[in-house]
T-cell receptor
Framework: GAVVSQHPSWVICKSGTSVKIECRSLDFQATTMFWYRQFPKQSLMLMATSNEGSKATYEQGVEKDKFLINHASLTLSTLTVTSAHPEDSSFYIC????????????FGSGTRLTVV | AQSVTQLGSHVSVSEGALVLLRCNYSSSVPPYLFWYVQYPNQGLQLLLKYTSAATLVKGINGFEAEFKKSETSFHLTKPSAHMSDAAEYFCAVRGNSGYSTLTFGKGTMLLVSP
């Protein structure tokens, strides 16, 4: 089945630095990818929709200058958390749509970001 | 707008007992509905999905769900719980256009005791 690879699985960074998270569709082309944020014991909150070759669409309240999304190819989307602060610490999950699989939404394994 | 409501943030069952996790949806268009499972510090794994075909959907690991339009429900069941079923379960509904995002419920933590 469709596989989405997300890296890194966890990262610790210092305040003020930037962190890049990658999301790759391994065996299908994903023209659309989604980035979610999940706080402990809570549901997934959509941050942005990433479309290959165009600018991402951000949800209300999500700072586009802080959470940079690039979807430069049909198999790769990246989320860069710029100038990270402790409040950005969270679990980030990507999802890719496999259009050949009848509404197959496949999720990455998530990235645990801790900003110290 | 589409939404889902999961009744019960926690459900506790004994090993071997019936599992029932409730999900009600609201949708302005015929819904596409999903159930996902999440283990700690992992992504989401699809259990099953309803895409307007058969109303009784069978998924992986012995789970199934029945779409009931009259009740706007899509409850998840499993006849006999295993310890390995202990996890967080999310019900989700697709947005109203093409490949729009999924809207998730708040999740239900399934606890399985020996």
């Amino acid at each position: 089945g469709a596989v989405v690879s997300q890296h890194p699985s966890w990262v610790i960074c210092k305040s003020g630095t930037s962190v890049k998270i990658e999301c790759r569709s391994l065996d299908f082309q994903a023209t659309t990818m989604f980035w979610y944020r999940q706080f402990p014991k809570q549901s997934l909150m959509l941050m942005a929709t990433s479309n290959e070759g165009s600018k991402a669409t951000y949800e209300q309240g999500v700072e586009k200058d802080k959470f940079l999304i690039n979807h430069a190819s049909l198999t790769l989307s990246t989320l860069t958390v710029t100038s990270a602060h402790p409040e950005d610490s969270s679990f980030y999950i990507c999802s890719a749509v496999d259009r050949g699989a009848n509404y197959g939404y496949t999720f990455g394994s998530g990235t645990r970001l801790t900003v110290v | 707008a589409q939404s889902v409501t999961q009744l019960g943030s926690h459900v506790s069952v004994s090993e071997g007992a019936l599992v029932l996790l409730r999900c009600n949806y609201s949708s302005s268009v015929p819904p596409y509905l999903f159930w996902y499972v999440q283990y700690p510090n992992q992504g989401l794994q699809l259990l099953l999905k309803y895409t307007s075909a058969a109303t009784l959907v069978k998924g992986i690991n012995g789970f199934e769900a029945e779409f009931k339009k009259s009740e706007t429900s899509f409850h998840l069941t499993k006849p006999s719980a295993h310890m390995s079923d202990a996890a967080e379960y999310f019900c989700a509904v697709r947005g109203n256009s093409g490949y729009s995002t999924l809207t998730f419920g708040k999740g239900t933590m399934l606890l399985v005791s020996p």
